[in-house]
């Protein structure tokens, strides 16, 4: 079976563009938090386990009887929020429950594609297991307060495109830390740390890629090590003391995700909507 993923990258290696040289200033940090009331609902928890188990077993025909019949679809462009509302997608045909989700899932792949049943199931499985792989639950403004999966940031939109502004960068190289990261001075593991930012922080991204001096004291062993494998090494940022930091292993997450949406239909819980960021 033909896997399909959605050309969405969690590293911003992949969506910057070299820039010229920067005039950075400080900037006031932000932080993106997640609203996760009503995640902890008994309900939900054991109809997300049942959506779980359905993946494992690559049962897309459970998925598709877990949607409610009026599936709502969002696509928001991907990357930094325009700070609109947008609501779903027009339904003129007026689709329900499995063709519907059939069609948000087509989202994933090429608009001039005509897939065939195999392959939306299969699409079908992979929206849904890029949606709950992270394994956080939240309130999404994008579906209208629904709980989706994963968590979507809530953060200060106006203070983050201020940072973006003093790093004299555009909002769109602003990415959310996954993981507490310590930034150095230089694209080098024994160069000093000159600051240590916590998981959730927003941060200006500067550089996806950066080539390691030759004159680096770090061995290709340790490098290898610093990165666990990943690629792209060294990537650099634009700190809250105005200074450039250098980090690797980038595991940065975007603002926007595929997700998978939830509410309750006459007391069921339900696959209420989907969303499916567009290019």
Not at 169 to 198: Q, Y
Request: glycine letters at 8%; proline letters at 8%; aromatic letters at 6%.
């Amino acid at each position: 079976m033909t896997t399909f993923r959605l050309a969405l990258p969690l590293a911003a290696a992949a969506l910057l563009a070299p820039l010229p040289a920067l005039a950075i200033q400080p900037y006031e940090s932000v932080t993106a938090t997640y609203d996760t009331a009503g995640a902890d609902d008994p309900g939900l928890k054991t109809f997300l386990e049942s959506l779980r188990k359905a993946l494992d077993s690559s049962d897309s025909t459970f998925l598709k009887l877990a949607v409610a019949k009026d599936l709502a679809i969002y696509s928001p462009a991907v990357g930094f929020p325009d700070g609109q509302t947008h609501g779903p997608l027009a339904n003129p045909d007026k689709h329900e429950s499995a063709q519907r989700l059939d069609e948000a899932a087509a989202l994933m792949g090429s608009a001039d594609v005509e897939y065939t049943r195999d392959d939306l199931d299969s699409m079908i499985l992979d929206l849904f297991g890029t949606a709950l792989e992270p394994g956080t639950i939240g309130k999404s403004a994008i579906a209208g307060g629904r709980l989706c999966a994963p968590a979507e940031p809530v953060f200060d939109r106006a203070k983050a495109v201020a940072m973006a502004e003093a790093a004299d960068v555009p909002p769109g190289n602003l990415w959310i830390l996954s993981e507490k990261t310590d930034f150095h001075e230089k694209p080098d593991a024994k160069s000093p740390v000159v600051e240590t930012l916590p998981a959730n922080t927003v941060v200006p991204f500067i550089e996806g890629s950066v080539d390691v001096p030759a004159d680096s004291a770090t061995t290709d062993a340790e490098a290898a090590e610093e990165t666990d494998g990943g690629e792209g090494g060294w990537y650099s940022v634009a700190l809250p003391s105005g200074k450039i930091g250098y980090a690797s292993n980038d595991a940065s997450l975007g603002f926007q995700a595929v997700s998978v949406c939830f509410g309750k239909v006459d007391d069921n819980w339900l696959v209420t909507a989907v969303i499916v960021p567009s290019l």
